[in-house]
Structures are given as structure tokens and as C-alpha cells.
């Protein structure tokens, strides 16, 4: 086998282990992330690991990345099909991110809403990870947000997307109204291309 069929082999083995934990970290949290777990579910062995990363953290560091960046380009996408169909990219983000679907898909949304109240007390390369994370939904908030909109409000948005879609998981098939309100508060409070 050449080099380059193992690099390949090698880059699709490190993916699919990318993949497994970018899932189990956004469906169990960072304490219910093992590696034997993510390895048996990326369909590798335990022993493998280590020729991908170093230590359980660099793998959550890594997985939170990757789960970010997916995210992000959903979010991406989703503002760019708004603009071309004429929709406020603000609703656009607010629309799709305090949906039903959102909250029911955990494992493939934003590592931001479901991990939040873990970042704080993870170690540093994770929370180094987890802090780009956060950022980065500020950064797509404020890429619906008219160019001389203060960046406050992204934060402020930022904040409560991530606030409303936990508690919405929370409640479960009761959070109908709960992201209802947020929606309209959002979107009156800061969408001026809503009519």
C-alpha cells in the first residue's frame, strides 16, 4: 500500500473517530464521553487512538471543533438560502435555531446549547475549544445582524438562542410556547427587515 492510500485510510479512520464524538459530547456531555465508546462507534479499535490523539481532552477539544464547524456551516447555509430568498437572515438564524428540530436533534445541533453548562469546568484545551465555540455562534449572529448593529447584540442574541434551546430540551414536548415567545421577542426586539 502507497503513502498516499494510508494517509487516506488514515484521514478517513481520524473522521469517522471525529464524528463518534462530536456526537456522544453533544448527547452525553463531556464527562460521558469515553474513548473506548467513540472508538467502538467510528467502527476502529480501542488501541487505535492514540496514533489520533494524545489524551481523552484533545479528543474533546477536537470533537468540539468539528461539531462547531458543522454547525456553523448549517447556519451558514441557512442565512445564505435567506438571502437569496429575500428573508431577514435574522430570522432565518432565529427561525431555524429555536425550532422544533433543533430541539429535538441534540446530537447534530449547536455544541454551544448543549454543552454550555459544562465549558466552564473542563480543562484548558477544552475550554480553549469551548470558548472558539462560543465566539464563533457570536460571530454567525453577527453575520445576520446589519453591519452597524453594535456587537452587543449578537451577544445578547447569542445568549438567549443558547438559553432558550435549553430550557426548551428541558421541557420536552412542552416548550411549543417557550420558543415561540423567544422567536417573536427576538425578532421584534432586533430584526429590523421584519415588517
Known sequence: MNS????TRRELSHQRILDAAAR???????????????MKEAGLT???????????????AAALDHAGAGSARVL????????????????????????EEHVAAAERGCPVAALGSEMSRQQEDVLAASRRRVLGLIGIVRQALPPDAPEQQAQVIASTLVGTLQ?????????????????????AQYDKASP
Open 24 to 38: 456522544a459530547v453533544r448527547r452525553h456531555g463531556y464527562a460521558g464521553v469515553g474513548v473506548a465508546e467513540v
Open 167 to 187: 430550557l426548551a430540551r428541558a421541557l420536552g414536548d412542552g416548550a411549543g410556547p417557550l420558543l415561540q415567545a423567544s422567536r417573536e421577542a427576538l425578532l
Open 76 to 99: 451558514a447555509r441557512r442565512l445564505g438560502l435567506a438571502r437569496e430568498a429575500g428573508i431577514s437572515p435574522l430570522r432565518a438564524l432565529v427561525d431555524g435555531y429555536l425550532s
Open 46 to 60: 480501542h488501541g487505535g487512538f492514540y496514533a489520533h490523539f494524545k489524551s481523552r481532552d484533545a479528543l474533546l
Open 4 to 7: 498516499e492510500a494510508k494517509q
